[in-house]
Structures are given as structure tokens and as C-alpha cells.
């Protein structure tokens, strides 16, 4: 069967700040800039998460979308919409926060949920110019 690469889009809204604890302010502010303000920002993160895998010959799928929606929902959305990454979500109390993390973060959490054969790529955007890609 050939291999084919389905993708579910899905959204969310979060706070961070860009820093290290163990760097002063101006430190931070000039390798961070803006990101590193100590009343944090936020971002409408789009997220993008791709199987790739064989066409499944009894059900024509790679992966079922509607249960990868919900898995979406449940292990990414539910963690991480409208919240403050570096207060409220427990990955990030000891880890910066940025897209590239995030990424990371978010490949892990879905990895262990999904079937050992399909490969998973997660798509971050921070803004609609700037975005990360992970695969493992």
C-alpha cells in the first residue's frame, strides 16, 4: 500500500516569557527581547500535526482523524489553551517555553498515544511567518 500523509489542524491560546532564571533581566531582554517581559505575552499557536503511514486496506485510513482530533483535544488543547505556559503547565516550569520546546513538548505528549507504525510530525506556528516543525 503506499504511504500517505494525513494532517489535523488545530488551535490554541497561550501565554509565556522567554528567560532564564539564571540570567539578569538585561540578559534576557537582549537575547529575547520583547518575549522576555516579565508580564508575559501571548500567541494564537496554529498547530499542524501530520501521520504519515500505509492506507489502511479495511478502512481506506491511515489514522482515523476524528480520534486524532480528539487526542488533540484532549492531551494538547486541554493542557495548553488560555493558559500560561511557564505558570500552568507543568513541562515548562523548568523549560523555556519557546516554539521549538513547545513543539517537542507536544510531539511527546502525542507519540505515546499513537500506534508504533505511523510517523508523526508536529507543525508549530507562533505567528502565521514564524513556525517550527519536529519529527522525532
Not at 74 to 86: A, G, R, Y
Amino acid at each position: 500500500m503506499p504511504k500517505v500523509t494525513v494532517h489535523r489542524k488545530a488551535h490554541f491560546n497561550s501565554a509565556h516569557r522567554l528567560y532564564r532564571k539564571d540570567w539578569s533581566d538585561e540578559k534576557n531582554f537582549e537575547v529575547f527581547n520583547k518575549c522576555s517581559n516579565p508580564n508575559f505575552h501571548g500567541h494564537n499557536y496554529e498547530l499542524i500535526v501530520s501521520l504519515t503511514g500505509d492506507i489502511d486496506k479495511e478502512t481506506g485510513y491511515v489514522y482515523d482523524l476524528g480520534v486524532l482530533s480528539n487526542l488533540i483535544k484532549l492531551q494538547i488543547e486541554n493542557s495548553f489553551d488560555h493558559k500560561n505556559l511557564n505558570i500552568e503547565v507543568e513541562e515548562f516550569k523548568n523549560l523555556n517555553p519557546t516554539a521549538e520546546n513547545i513543539s517537542v513538548v507536544i510531539y511527546n505528549k502525542l507519540i505515546e498515544h499513537l500506534p508504533d507504525h505511523l510517523e508523526l510530525e508536529i507543525t508549530l506556528y507562533e505567528t502565521p511567518r514564524n513556525f517550527v516543525t519536529y519529527s522525532g
